[in-house]
């Protein structure tokens, strides 16, 4: 699994007009390639009297998973640069699809591969790209007279704490990057003289969002 990488955190729309042709990029999050020709035709359905649909997918932790379509238009001009943006941007585990309603104004090929990549990159946007981190939760529980300080210990060495739970004893349930959950329960058995109990619990996926973890 990789410790941290770049995706999307939402379906988003954006459009963009180029000498009267819309181009319409939506963008979503996804894990599978099943998944992303379902929601590629139920955009087809939607944009039924569109004359193009086309699209680009990068799916997969090590990219494993690729494939692109200019659905009509001239070979390369569209299907690629949005493929293209997504490799240089290094976006994993998303579908973008580029509906496009000819507006009676040739383009050029150039024309139209900088239009394509523009409406990708303004979809992508409008998704709000993230960085998916790996994280390992614990469980640390203390006596209640130690909770102050295991709190303020976990926040120091830059840990996140999820929730805390109040029973007979004080439970911390703490978010620890991957790099660091090797060290982390010695450290809380050393900072609380071997009174607190540090459970590893599972890993998870979370992003950095608004101030806020959202967990994957």
């Known amino acids: 699994m990789l410790e941290r990488f770049k995706t999307i955190y939402k379906p988003a729309e954006a459009e963009i007009i180029d000498k ?10 996804m894990e599978t390639e099943e998944a ?12 039924s009297r569109a004359g193009h649909n086309c699209f680009a997918w990068q799916i997969g ?10 659905d009509g238009e001239p070979s390369g001009t569209a299907g690629m640069p949005i493929l293209d ?17 000819f507006g009676g104004t040739l383009l050029g090929t150039g024309g139209l591969v900088r239009a394509y990549g523009r409406a990708a990159k303004e979809a992508a946007t ?6 998916k981190i790996l994280y390992q939760k614990f469980s640390v529980t203390c006596p209640y007279h130690l909770g102050g300080k295991m709190q303020y210990e976990i926040l ?8 805390t739970l109040y029973t007979d004893n004080v439970e911390f349930i703490v978010l620890v990057e991957n ?5 982390f329960a010695a450290q809380m058995r ?12 599972q890993h998870i996926y979370c992003a950095h969002i608004d101030g806020k973890i959202i967990q994957f």
């Open 20 to 29: 009267k042709s819309r181009f319409i990029g939506h963008a979503f999050p």
């Open 36 to 47: 992303a020709v379902a929601q590629l035709e139920a955009i087809r359905k939607a944009h």
């Open 61 to 70: 932790q090590a990219n494993q998973f690729t494939r692109q379509s200019d």
């Open 126 to 131: 409008a998704a709000i790209p993230i960085e």
């Open 85 to 101: 943006f997504l490799r240089k941007e290094d976006i994993k585990n998303a579908l973008i699809v580029v509906t496009r309603y």
């Open 156 to 163: 120091q060495r830059g840990h996140s704490l999820l929730d």
């Open 190 to 201: 050393d900072i609380s003289a071997a009174a607190a109990e540090i459970k590893p619990l």
């Open 179 to 183: 790099p660091f959950t090797g060290t």
